[in-house]
């Protein structure tokens, strides 16, 4: 039998990096995800070259080069770049990794809102396992979640081998949109059963709507969440082992 193949894995809405204090501070991000351990991350709300509230920076670039990881970035909001300035103005979803990742994507979701959605899709080689991470913000209705959720669906079934989905899914546990992604057959929750989930928002948080999802096989251990004031979610990580 093969030996299990472990990894440490965080979903996180960085809101920018922006904490509770009003504060910009990439450095006070790096250090929660430093201190967690994670392998492998998925962002959400990351800036690049957005405006002034990030400093024009490259949120996803610098996180990695901060961290030493390898990274992905996904916009789903592109916009012309501000009178005098080169960059355009982009908002979405990282993925940042201690691994290498082979390629990535960022797929766009339907959006019926103002925010387009989308889907970033990262292959990452852990140990010679070629893992499916998946990174997603959600919309903020049902009709768009459930739409955003087939889709999401429709394009993981097509993928070869183990599968992680995360993010902030903008849905409770017993939404119709999350358990049309459960019903699927393709993901389990890794915090299924755990009874303190809640992330949002930060100061003693009533909502579950942060999520790290997987590949039926995989084994899920030592679920947390990470209690922080860098952002307005919490995030959450799990130990993750499969075959």
């Known amino acids: 039998m093969n030996k299990a193949v472990g990894v440490t894995v965080m979903s996180y809405n960085i809101h920018h990096g922006v904490g509770v204090d009003d504060q910009l501070s990439l450095q006070r ?65 990282a993925i940042l990794s201690k691994h290498p990742i082979i390629r990535h994507e960022n797929i766009l979701l339907s959006s019926f809102e103002d925010e387009p959605r989308g889907a970033l899709h990262a292959i990452v080689n852990l140990r010679d396992v070629h893992m499916n991470v ?59 059963g755990i009874e303190d989930a809640y ?6 948080p009533p909502e579950i709507i942060d999520y790290i999802l997987t590949s039926p096989t995989v084994q899920h251990s030592n679920q947390q969440v990470i209690r922080t004031d860098a952002s307005d979610h919490l995030p959450i990580a799990v130990d993750l082992a499969f075959k």
Do not use: C, W
Not at 146 to 153: F, H, L, N, Y
Not at 156 to 183: R, V
């Open 29 to 93: 991000i790096a250090d929660v995800i430093r201190d967690s351990g994670a392998e492998i991350v998925a962002l959400q709300e990351v800036d690049r070259f957005y405006g002034d509230r990030s400093e024009y920076k490259d949120q996803a670039a610098e996180l990695a080069v901060l961290l030493g990881y390898h990274y992905a970035y996904g916009s789903n909001l592109d916009l012309g770049p501000e009178e005098g300035r080169a960059d355009n103005r982009q908002y979405g979803t």
């Open 134 to 192: 998946y990174n997603t913000h959600l919309g903020l209705d049902t009709t768009s979640r459930t739409v955003q959720a087939q889709e999401i669906i429709d394009l993981a079934t097509s993928a070869q081998g183990p599968k992680i989905l995360m993010g902030d899914f903008n849905a409770e546990p017993d939404s119709p949109e999350l358990q049309l992604l459960l019903n699927s057959g393709l993901f389990v929750n890794s915090f299924q």
């Open 199 to 204: 992330t949002f928002p930060f100061s003693n």
